[in-house]
């Protein structure tokens, strides 16, 4: 009966302990829309505090729980945190010179449009594209959370906060296709997923696979 209207979320270990587990920020908020109060991990409760307001139990062993759900020991309520922005981004005022390129990459992050580089080695592509997250708009709070709870979903949350920077992705070109669109055995976001609000940079476009550039064509169309 006590955990009766409640979501629970995690996983249990054989010493007791609540692991924490992917995806608890958009379960937060389908517990918040069918009605229903969370119990998640206490690692996760950061992460689930930024659903709208559910009542929210973040424990980090079955003892603990049990004693919060029998009175004998309240766990206080998790905060929402965010992660510290990413101040490693290179500038674009490093650059000098290439005044054409810099004005179709202002173009390209106004607009959010895509863009193909083409030129010989050593021509600046890839400095230049790594300098496109920094003339992008900060995230929106809508976007913020969009952004954090794909990569929830994925399980690359490093601490549980809320995404405060734009994703730069650059995947290899060795990439496979669910790599980059995502699916295989155990489905998750692909790259093209976890740019989401962001940049992806697939650098060396012509030695990507085909059928992994065939799969683009669909994303890029929408």
């Known amino acids: 009966d006590s955990v009766a209207g409640h979501l629970v979320l995690g996983e249990l270990s054989l010493h007791g302990a609540i692991e924490p587990v992917s995806g608890v920020l958009p379960a937060a908020m389908a517990a918040v829309g069918a009605g229903l109060d969370l119990i998640c991990p206490q ?22 729980l049990l004693n919060h759900l029998r009175g004998r020991q ?18 674009m005022a490093d650059l000098r010179g290439q005044e054409t390129a ?26 230049l594209a790594a300098r496109l997250p920094g003339r992008l708009p900060p995230l929106t709070p809508r976007e913020a959370l969009d952004v954090t709870m794909l990569h929830s979903v994925a399980g690359t949350l490093p601490s549980g906060g809320l995404v405060q920077s734009r994703p730069f992705r650059v ?49 890029l169309e929408t």
């Open 171 to 219: 995947p290899h070109h060795s990439a496979s296709m669910a790599a980059l669109v995502g699916g295989g055995a155990r489905a998750k976001p692909g790259e093209i997923s976890l740019a989401h609000g962001g940049v992806l940079f697939l650098d060396e476009l012509a030695e990507f696979a085909k059928p992994v550039l065939d799969a683009l064509r669909q994303p």
């Open 74 to 91: 309240m766990l206080p309520p998790p905060t929402a945190e965010r992660l510290p922005p990413r101040d490693t981004a290179p500038d």
């Open 43 to 64: 690692r996760c409760g950061s992460e689930a505090a930024w659903a709208a307001d559910p009542s929210i139990v973040a424990a980090q062993d079955l003892m603990a």
């Open 102 to 127: 810099r004005r179709v990459l202002e173009i390209a992050a106004t607009g959010a449009h895509n863009l193909l580089m083409v030129g010989p080695p050593g021509a600046g592509k890839s400095m």
